[in-house]
């Protein structure tokens, strides 16, 4: 016979990611009823669900990636700046489903590609006149700002406590000297670090 169960819910920055029943007596499987959690954290803000065994993705989740694969992807920005290509780096902007889900706006679609699509590609081409001879620039390493933060949802914001970093900085060499380029700021998505505001 089963025992009485007991509900918990596990938190992490203020966000639900999985509950379960912890049980005081034996499982219907003749397990010896310890508890058994119905999920947990994976990685890229994937939470394994114990019952059905199908994932369940978390927005929120504070990001996850190794730092080797974020500079992996801001290699491709250094290069879209240097050739003066936005669509090199499509890897690191805010992805387009992301920005419809988590943006309170009456056409979030249109908006991702006016306001941050379209700012980023104004962006690349400001950074890449700005700094000449950036053409022959050779990526030397990123380093993520240190004031990571939770943003608090509100009208004509994002409608999700996603995470957000700003000052972040790209550093690279040319002609033997070492220069950075700061990001204004960067947005957390399902566990990945991506550029929402470049200059």
């Given at each position: 016979?089963?025992?009485?169960?007991?509900?918990?819910?596990?938190?992490?920055?203020?966000?639900?990611?999985?509950?379960?029943?912890?049980?005081?007596?034996?499982?219907?499987?003749?397990?010896?009823?310890?508890?058994?959690?119905?999920?947990?954290?994976?990685?890229?803000?994937?939470?394994?669900?114990?019952?059905?065994?199908?994932?369940?993705i978390?927005?929120?989740?504070?990001?996850?990636?190794?730092?080797?694969?974020?500079?992996?992807?801001m290699?491709?920005?250094?290069?879209?700046?240097?050739?003066?290509?936005?669509?090199?780096?499509t890897?690191?902007?805010?992805?387009?489903?992301?920005?419809?889900?988590?943006?309170?706006?009456?056409?979030?679609?249109?908006?991702?590609?006016?306001?941050?699509?379209?700012?980023?590609?104004?962006?690349?081409?400001?950074?890449?006149?700005?700094?000449?001879?950036?053409?022959?620039?050779?990526?030397?390493?990123?380093?993520?700002?240190?004031?990571?933060?939770?943003?608090?949802?509100?009208?004509?914001?994002?409608?999700?406590?996603?995470?957000?970093?700003?000052?972040?900085?790209?550093?690279?060499?040319?002609?033997?000297?070492?220069r950075?380029?700061?990001i204004?700021?960067?947005?957390?998505?399902?566990?990945?670090?991506?550029?929402?505001?470049?200059?």
């Open positions: 016979m089963r025992g009485r169960g007991i509900l918990f819910c596990l938190l992490v920055g203020g966000a639900v990611l999985a509950c379960g029943e912890k049980t005081n007596g034996a499982s219907s499987d003749g397990g010896t009823g310890d508890g058994a959690v119905a999920g947990r954290s994976g990685e890229g803000g994937v939470v394994a669900s114990g019952d059905a065994g199908a994932p369940i978390d927005d929120v989740v504070m990001p996850q990636a190794s730092a080797e694969e974020l500079a992996a992807r290699r491709h920005l250094l290069e879209a700046i240097a050739q003066n290509n936005p669509d090199l780096a890897d690191v902007l805010f992805p387009r489903d992301a920005y419809v889900a988590s943006k309170d706006a009456t056409d979030p679609q249109k908006s991702w590609e006016k306001r941050l699509s379209g700012g980023f590609r104004r962006a690349v081409e400001r950074t890449h006149k700005k700094n000449k001879g950036i053409e022959q620039a050779k990526f030397v390493s990123f380093e993520l700002g240190h004031s990571v933060g939770q943003i608090s949802p509100k009208k004509k914001d994002f409608k999700k406590p996603l995470w957000r970093v700003k000052h972040s900085r790209l550093t690279y060499s040319l002609d033997g000297k070492t950075h380029i700061d204004a700021e960067m947005t957390a998505w399902r566990g990945n670090w991506y550029v929402t505001r470049l200059r």
